[in-house]
């Protein structure tokens, strides 16, 4: 059966913000959820992930994914220092990658990222966005194969980038499920502003309030079988500065009516 995770994205140090991870695992416990996925800049800001991994465990919840691991022109080495730890204290099962550089250029840093973290205990979640060099689901398949990366890796389906993007409904129907790693779930009134990049960070709505046909994307889904994880990353400017026991509650109520029957 397919679960729910709650994601800590919205409120990331990433955004030069404060960012209480503890805080946002209660929240998430209380509105429902059993899994949490943290980001690494909130990790690196909170300073003790295995004090962090107590807290979570306390919560009554799981680690399932930390974000994110970029493949690109910067060096590697400090990004892969600071997931080991994460991953080998909280034990996802997933760090989400993006990768913005060509598969060729990519397939030795995926090669190492995936070495590194799969010794910690995780598997890499190539994750495309429309505006990346991986902008596509072929995209970012071929960086897993280019780096033969087999089961090491998995692509991570998000429906704000899907939408956005240039995949059809042709291109998921003929997605094989072993290659997805999971879904996260979002919503957004389309046509999304310009840049994109921006308004992937703050114009997100709940699931339902925009304008996705999430319907067709779980009933697609669940055609092929899939009963993963469900990372529900609403990314947005007004939910951000808000309460969080009210978002983190949104989250999972919006999220639900999709999948009935997931926790």
Request: proline letters at 6%; hydrophobic letters at 45%; a negative charge.
């Amino acid at each position: 059966m397919a679960e729910l995770c709650f994601n800590t994205m919205n409120h990331s140090a990433w955004f030069g913000i404060r960012s209480d991870l503890e805080a946002q695992a209660r929240a998430a416990a209380a509105a429902g959820f059993r899994w949490f996925g943290p980001d690494v800049f909130s990790i690196e800001q909170h300073g003790d992930p295995e004090r962090l991994a107590a807290h979570i465990e306390a919560a009554g919840l799981r680690c399932f994914e930390v974000a994110a691991l970029t493949i690109d022109a910067s060096p590697l080495d400090a990004q892969l220092d600071a997931l080991e730890r994460a991953v080998r204290a909280l034990r996802p099962s997933w760090v989400l990658t993006n990768v913005d550089v060509p598969p060729d250029v990519a397939a030795e840093p995926l090669r190492r990222a995936a070495d590194r973290l799969g010794e910690a205990g995780a598997r890499l979640a190539i994750e495309f966005l429309p505006f990346t060099a991986a902008r596509s689901i072929g995209d970012a398949l071929e960086a897993i194969d280019r780096a033969g990366l087999g089961d090491r890796a998995g692509m991570l389906l998000d429906t704000w980038h899907f939408f956005n993007g240039p995949d059809d409904w042709r291109d998921l129907e003929e997605l094989p499920l072993e290659r997805i790693a999971y879904l996260q779930l979002d919503d957004h009134v389309m046509p999304a502003a310009e840049p994109l990049h921006e308004s992937t960070v703050h114009d997100r709505v709940m699931p339902g309030e925009g304008s996705f046909d999430l319907p067709r994307v779980a009933a697609t889904l669940r055609d092929k079988g899939f009963d993963g994880m469900i990372s529900v990353e609403i990314l947005s400017r007004s939910w951000r500065e808000g309460d969080l026991d009210a978002f983190a509650r949104a989250c999972h109520e919006s999220s639900a009516r999709f999948w009935p029957g997931a926790s």
